[in-house]
């Protein structure tokens, strides 16, 4: 199976697919999605939306998983990422793609077993369970492969639960 991993943002939009066969994780790609604050809002939103179809176009996911985000004041902040993230959903919708919703503490648990974990202990069991050489970069980038390993978890249990 494999799970694409989502890290949504306007600036950058971190990526990365993981793939579970036989109860071993790997990563296939990761990396992120970079716009320029010139642009436009929508031109933006183009980019995110053509790169990550292609994405998804060539290396066929089973699944999408994305961080679910909260903000407390940055109103344009997170204006702005919730409308990367419409745009990651229609993407996703489009290609009929089954999609997991997370919070940052459900990801931290599934990859961690502690819903507290700090960035660094994230990323470490993410080089760890992926058998990387060292820790993703950029973190936006190590954040989508941990919401990848969470996804594939998350899934998993919920085709199960189908199945009975």
Same mark, same amino acid.
Do not use: H
């Given at each position: =199976?494999?799970?694409?991993?989502? !890290?949504?943002?306007?600036?950058?939009?971190?990526?990365?697919?993981?793939?579970?066969? @036989?109860?071993?994780?790997?990563?296939?790609?990761?990396?992120?999605? @970079?716009?320029?604050?010139?642009?436009? %809002?929508? !031109?933006?939103?183009?980019?995110?939306? @053509?790169?990550?179809?292609?994405?998804?176009?060539?290396?066929?996911?089973?699944? #999408?998983? =994305? &961080?679910?985000?909260?903000?407390?004041?940055?109103?344009?902040?997170?204006?702005?990422?919730?409308?990367?993230?419409?745009?990651? #959903?229609?993407?996703?919708?489009?290609?009929?793609?089954?999609?997991?919703? #997370?919070?940052?503490? &459900? $990801?931290? =648990?599934?990859?961690?077993?502690?819903?507290?974990?700090?960035?660094?202990?994230?990323?470490? =069991? $993410?080089?760890?369970?992926?058998?990387?050489?060292? %820790?993703?970069?950029? !973190? !936006?980038?190590?954040?989508?492969?941990?919401?990848?390993?969470?996804?594939?978890? %998350?899934?998993?249990?919920?085709?199960?639960?189908?199945?009975?």
């Amino acid at each position: =199976m494999l799970c694409l991993g989502i !890290d949504p943002g306007i600036g950058r939009v971190g990526f990365g697919f993981v793939k579970e066969e @036989d109860s071993v994780l790997s990563s296939l790609t990761f990396g992120c999605i @970079d716009t320029d604050p010139g642009l436009s %809002v929508q !031109d933006r939103l183009n980019l995110i939306y @053509d790169e990550l179809k292609s994405y998804i176009e060539r290396t066929v996911p089973d699944v #999408l998983a =994305m &961080e679910r985000l909260f903000f407390g004041q940055n109103l344009t902040t997170a204006e702005n990422v919730w409308q990367a993230r419409g745009v990651i #959903l229609l993407v996703a919708a489009q290609k009929r793609l089954p999609i997991v919703e #997370l919070t940052p503490s &459900e $990801v931290k =648990m599934a990859v961690c077993g502690y819903g507290r974990a700090s960035k660094v202990q994230v990323q470490e =069991m $993410v080089r760890f369970l992926l058998s990387l050489k060292s %820790v993703p970069k950029p !973190d !936006d980038a190590a954040d989508a492969l941990a919401v990848a390993i969470a996804g594939l978890s %998350v899934w998993r249990l919920r085709r199960l639960q189908e199945s009975i």
